[in-house]
T-cell receptor
Framework: GAVVSQHPSRVICKSGTSVKIECRSL??????MFWYRQFPKKSLMLMAT?????????EQGVEKDKFLINHASLTLSTLTVTSAHPEDSSFYIC?????????????FGSGTRLTVV | GQQLNQSPQSMFIQEGEDVSMNCTSS?????WLWYKQDPGEGPVLLIA?????ELTSNGRLTAQFGITRKDSFLNISASIPSDVGIYFC????????????FGTGTRLQVTL
């Protein structure tokens, strides 16, 4: 089945630094990937839709200059949290779609827990 | 952004009991999905529903797409300890290329 690898699984960084999170589709090509943010005991909130070869589409209220998304290939999307602050600490999850799999093709990564100190 | 309301928010049940949870929306969706999330992991799809009124099973799980297209329920029969986790519903509107809107989640705990 479709596998999505997300890396790193955990990261701690200092305030003011930037952190890059990678999302890879391992055995399929994904023209579209999605980035979510999840606070403790809360639901997943869509941040942006990452489109291969074009600009990402951000949800209302998500700062595109703060959360940089790059989808340069059909198997890799990256989310960079720039100038991180403690309030950016959260669980970030990506999802990639295997076009041949219908809704069963929306595979999620295992998430990245970001802690900004 | 919009969220779907799930109830109950959490539940504690004994092993072997049946579980029922539902999800409601103020707007219509043409696809309903149910996911399970274990701690520190991403969600895993359990059931996908594509048609109003559709009833679909996956092992001990059964889900239905409400006739109004504004709600869905998930039943788990004969719960086991590994059913512990958070269950999310999700709605989608413009086909399989669409983004998902997630519910608020139902946290299930199973006691032996």
């Amino acid at each position: 089945g479709a596998v999505v690898s997300q890396h790193p699984s955990r990261v701690i960084c200092k305030s003011g630094t930037s952190v890059k999170i990678e999302c890879r589709s391992l055995d399929f090509q994904a023209t579209t990937m999605f980035w979510y943010r999840q606070f403790p005991k809360k639901s997943l909130m869509l941040m942006a839709t990452s489109n291969e070869g074009s600009k990402a589409t951000y949800e209302q209220g998500v700062e595109k200059d703060k959360f940089l998304i790059n989808h340069a290939s059909l198997t890799l999307s990256t989310l960079t949290v720039t100038s991180a602050h403690p309030e950016d600490s959260s669980f970030y999850i990506c999802s990639a779609r295997d076009t041949g799999g219908g809704f069963y093709g929306y595979t999620f990564g295992s998430g990245t827990r970001l802690t900004v100190v | 952004g919009q969220q779907l309301n799930q109830s109950p928010q959490s539940m504690f049940i004994q092993e072997g009991e049946d579980v029922s949870m539902n999800c409601t929306s103020s707007s219509i969706f043409n696809t309903w999905l149910w996911y399970k999330q274990d701690p520190g992991e991403g969600p895993v799809l359990l059931i996908a529903l594509y048609k109003a009124g559709e009833l679909t099973s996956n092992g001990r799980l059964t889900a239905q797409f409400g006739i109004t297209r504004k709600d869905s329920f998930l039943n788990i029969s004969a719960s086991i300890p590994s059913d512990v986790g958070i269950y999310f519903c999700a709605g989608s509107n413009t086909g399989t290329a669409s983004k998902l809107t997630f519910g608020t989640g139902t946290r299930l705990q199973v006691t032996l």
